[in-house]
C-alpha cells in the first residue's frame, strides 16, 4: 500500500508555509512540495513594510523565517515540480515529476508568475537588459538609466529600489494613474531620479547586443517616443501556476474557491495568489494558508 499523506501542500511560498505549520500543529501527517527554494515571489522583494509585527524586514529574511517556522514543526519539503493532480475521490494523487504521492487533501499554493509583455526584444533580451527582478539584476545597472514598466505595487517598489542603484529610472505607464499604495506613491513621486511616462506602452525592446533602448507610444496622442536605456525591469502582473490542475478558473486562470477556500474538487482547497481574490500580499496570503489548512482538517474530520 502506498503511504497516504492527510495533506499534501503544493507551493513554499507565504501560504503554504503557513498551511504546513498549521497542518502540523493540527496533528496532520503533512507533506509540502515546492519546485525551488521556499518563499515564492516575496524571496525576490527587498523590503516588505506591511506584515504586521515586522515593520521592516527584507523577503529573503521573512522567508527565512517562515521556512525555520515550518521545519520547527516538523514539515517535511521535498524539491519536485507538481505535474498534476488527479481526483480520485477519497483521495487524491499528487503526481511529480519524481514520483506519485497519494493525499487525503491537497492544498494549491503554488503562487503565481510573472507576466511578459509580449512585445518586439522582450524574450531576445532576457538576461542582456531584460529583467523581471529588479533586486536579482540592479546591481548590474549602477549609474546607468533603466525603464521599469507597470503602474502597480510591484513596478513603483522596484523603481524605488532601483532609483538607489541606477542614475534615471523611467516609469513606463499605460494610464495616468496607479494602482500602487498612496505611501509608495508618494515616495516615487518625490524621487527626483523617477520620471514618469505616462499613459504610455512599450512597443519595442531594441539594442545590438544587449538593450540599448525602449520604443514607447502614447497611447493617447499615439506619440513615439525611443528612451536611451541599458535595461528594462517588467511588472505587469502576474500569471499563476495553476495549469497543472483542473478546477473552476476565473478568466485569468486563478482558482475560484468558496469560503471554505474550497475549489470546484472536494478536498482539494486553494491558497495564496494563485486564488481568485482582491488583495494579494504576504499578510493575505498567510491568512489563506491557515484558513485552508483548517479546513483541510476539519474535511478530514468530516470524512471519517
Ligand atoms: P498588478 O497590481 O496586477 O499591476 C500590474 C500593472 O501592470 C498595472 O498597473 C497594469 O496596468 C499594468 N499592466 C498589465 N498588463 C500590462 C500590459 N500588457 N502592458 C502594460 N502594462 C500592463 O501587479 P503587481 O504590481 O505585480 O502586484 C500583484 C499583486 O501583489 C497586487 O495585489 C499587489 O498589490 C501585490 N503587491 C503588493 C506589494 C506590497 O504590498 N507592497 C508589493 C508588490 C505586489 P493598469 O493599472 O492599467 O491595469
Not at 494579494?280 to 494558508?289: E, L, S
Request: charged fraction near 30%; aromatic fraction near 6%; proline fraction near 3%.
Amino acid at each position: 500500500m502506498p503511504e497516504i499523506y492527510d495533506l499534501v501542500i503544493v507551493g513554499g511560498g507565504p501560504a503554504g508555509l503557513t498551511a504546513g505549520i498549521y497542518a502540523m500543529r493540527g496533528g496532520l501527517k503533512a507533506l509540502l512540495i515546492e519546485k525551488l527554494a521556499p518563499g515564492g515571489q516575496i524571496a525576490l522583494t527587498e523590503i516588505v513594510e506591511n506584515y504586521p509585527g515586522l515593520p521592516e524586514i527584507s523577503g529573503a529574511e521573512l522567508t527565512r523565517l517562515m521556512e525555520e517556522h515550518a521545519k520547527k514543526f516538523g514539515v517535511t519539503i521535498v524539491n519536485e515540480e507538481v505535474m498534476r493532480i488527479e481526483d480520485e475521490g477519497s483521495s487524491k494523487v499528487v503526481k511529480t515529476n519524481d514520483k506519485d504521492y497519494m493525499a487525503r487533501t491537497v492544498i494549491v499554493a503554488s503562487g503565481a508568475k510573472p507576466r511578459k509583455l509580449g512585445v518586439k526584444g522582450e524574450e531576445k533580451f532576457v538576461g542582456r537588459g531584460v529583467s523581471f527582478c529588479a533586486i536579482c539584476d540592479g546591481r548590474f545597472f549602477q549609474n546607468k538609466d533603466v525603464c521599469v514598466v507597470g503602474g502597480g505595487d510591484s513596478a513603483v517598489q522596484e523603481a524605488l529600489y532601483l532609483s538607489k542603484l541606477a542614475r534615471k529610472v523611467y516609469v513606463v505607464h499605460r494610464r495616468s494613474q496607479l494602482r500602487t499604495e498612496k505611501i509608495t506613491q508618494e515616495r516615487a513621486f518625490s524621487n527626483p531620479r523617477i520620471q514618469f511616462v505616462w499613459d504610455s506602452i512599450v512597443e519595442e525592446v531594441a539594442g545590438e547586443n544587449k538593450v540599448e533602448s525602449v520604443l514607447t507610444r502614447n497611447v493617447k496622442s499615439n506619440k513615439e517616443r525611443r528612451i536611451s536605456v541599458d535595461g528594462v525591469f517588467i511588472y505587469v502582473g502576474n500569471v499563476p501556476n495553476t495549469d497543472f490542475i483542473d478546477v473552476r478558473k476565473d478568466e485569468s486562470k486563478f482558482i475560484i474557491t468558496s469560503d471554505r477556500l474550497e475549489t470546484s474538487i472536494r478536498g482539494i482547497f486553494a491558497a495564496g495568489d494563485c486564488r481568485a481574490k482582491p488583495l494579494r500580499q504576504v499578510a493575505t496570503a498567510v491568512g489563506d494558508g491557515a484558513l485552508a489548512a483548517f479546513h483541510a482538517e476539519r474535511f478530514i474530520e468530516e470524512s471519517k
